[in-house]
């Protein structure tokens, strides 16, 4: 494993910092400069039709990111040897990142269902939290994790 990790060793931390551009990167862009924009169109079901329509297609994007982004984790671990809390504390931070990526994913779905039926009040209110508290969340977990991410290079 050392020596197979020696040969890629580039490569897998490229594509661990490359899922973290993209999942963080995607989520700061949305939220600052995305969304600011969507609020100022005046019609509101264009207004949620195209929140819905850009958040969905943000979550797809990410998707193989998250998994791409543990996978690369737990081959630098083994290859490099990294062990302790800090490693402990970026298993948690991706855990919680991905939970919370889960429910944003449902609940966008379940809006995406009752905008289709007409229901704008429905799936407005299943979006409610996404933008001022579940999507900050993963930003500051995001960035938490980078940080702890530069930490364990030393
Ligand atoms: C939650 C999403 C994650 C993000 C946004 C993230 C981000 C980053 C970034 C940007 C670096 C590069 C730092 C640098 O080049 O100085 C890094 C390094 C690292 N990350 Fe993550 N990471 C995440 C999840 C994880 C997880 C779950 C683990 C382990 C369980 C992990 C383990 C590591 C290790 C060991 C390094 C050091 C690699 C090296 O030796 O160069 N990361 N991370």
Redesign the pocket.
């Known amino acids: 494993m050392q020596t197979w990790f020696e040969n890629y060793k580039t490569i897998i931390?490229f594509l661990?910092?490359l899922?973290?551009?993209v999942?963080?990167g995607g989520m700061i862009a949305i939220k600052f400069a995305v969304h600011p924009v969507i609020q100022t169109i005046e019609e509101p079901n264009i207004r949620l039709g195209t929140n819905l329509h850009i958040v969905g297609r943000l979550f797809n994007l990410v998707m193989p990111f998250i998994a791409l982004?543990?996978i690369c984790?737990?081959i630098?671990?083994k290859g490099?040897g990294?062990a302790g809390g800090f490693?402990h504390l970026?298993?948690a931070?991706?855990t919680i990142?991905s939970l919370n990526y889960m429910y944003m994913y449902i609940q966008r779905s379940k809006a995406q269902t009752l905008f289709n039926r007409g229901d704008l009040a429905g799936a407005k209110a299943k979006m409610r939290l996404l933008p001022t508290i579940l999507l900050p969340i993963n930003i500051v977990?995001?960035v938490i994790?980078?940080f702890?991410?530069?930490m364990?290079?030393g």
């Open positions: 931390i661990h910092i899922s973290a551009v999942w963080v982004s543990l984790a737990l630098i671990i490099a990294y490693i970026k298993e931070i991706w990142m977990l995001g994790a980078i702890l991410g530069v364990l290079r």
